[in-house]
């Protein structure tokens, strides 16, 4: 197992992202903070692996605080339109915050998106992005990455969402049609040309979806 994360922390290394890894979830937001600037304006996307970590309520602290400007998706009254306009903002964030749905071991990021919002802003937005994910996202190339996202990551997540989607009645996606599908944006990051810029935290847990 150390020798599985070792590589895979070396193969993001070579494509240009930070890699690093702690052991615990009790770990994660003391490192992510190291990477956040005082003031910040910070934002994330939907994520059982935030919440698990304990970032989520973390984050919500230091903006209660004033130490940070967040951008929260979750805040309890926001009207579609908020949200929207929450969204649209994240773009312009100096940190995002999300998981990935799989993690490759020759240094892929592997995200399945409904809306886009959150593969977008992995993509180009903010000045930085930090992806935490468990051990458990790590696959061995592409192709297990993609079978991981049909057979875990689509089908748990949209039964979490409480969609009335196939994938929710068979464990495994079905390519379905389904108005409540929230597969709908397929994207792999691979060598970035901003060094840096992803910053990836491993946890030695299992963790999310």
């Known amino acids: 197992m ?12 070579r494509h240009r992202m930070t890699a690093e890894y702690v052991q615990s979830r009790w770990d994660v937001l003391p490192k992510i903070l190291e990477w956040i600037p005082q003031g910040a304006a910070v934002a994330f996307g939907g ?11 973390g984050l919500r602290q230091m903006g209660a605080q004033g130490d940070l400007e967040v ?15 929450l969204f649209r903002r994240a773009f312009t964030s100096d940190v995002f915050l999300t998981s990935s749905n799989a993690i490759t ?20 937005g903010p000045e930085s992005v930090i992806v935490v994910a468990g051990i458990n996202k790590i696959c061995k190339d592409l192709e297990a990455a993609i079978r991981r996202n049909q057979t875990v990551s689509a089908p748990q997540n949209a039964k979490r ?13 079905m390519h379905c049609l389904s108005k409540d599908r929230i597969c709908a944006s397929f994207v792999a990051l691979g060598p970035q040309m901003v060094p840096d810029r992803i910053k990836v935290l491993l946890v030695g847990e299992s963790l999310g979806y």
């Open 71 to 85: 951008l929260d998706r979750f805040a309890p009254g926001l009207t579609p339109d908020e949200l929207k306009d």
């Open 2 to 13: 150390e020798e599985y994360i070792s590589q895979t922390l070396e193969a993001l290394r």
């Open 105 to 124: 071991q020759d240094g892929y990021l592997y995200n399945v998106d409904g809306r886009g919002n959150r593969v977008a802003a992995m993509i180009y």
């Open 47 to 57: 994520s059982v692996t935030l919440e698990q970590t304990g970032v989520i309520n």
């Open 161 to 173: 969402l409480n969609k009335n989607t196939p994938c929710v009645k068979t464990g495994e996606c």
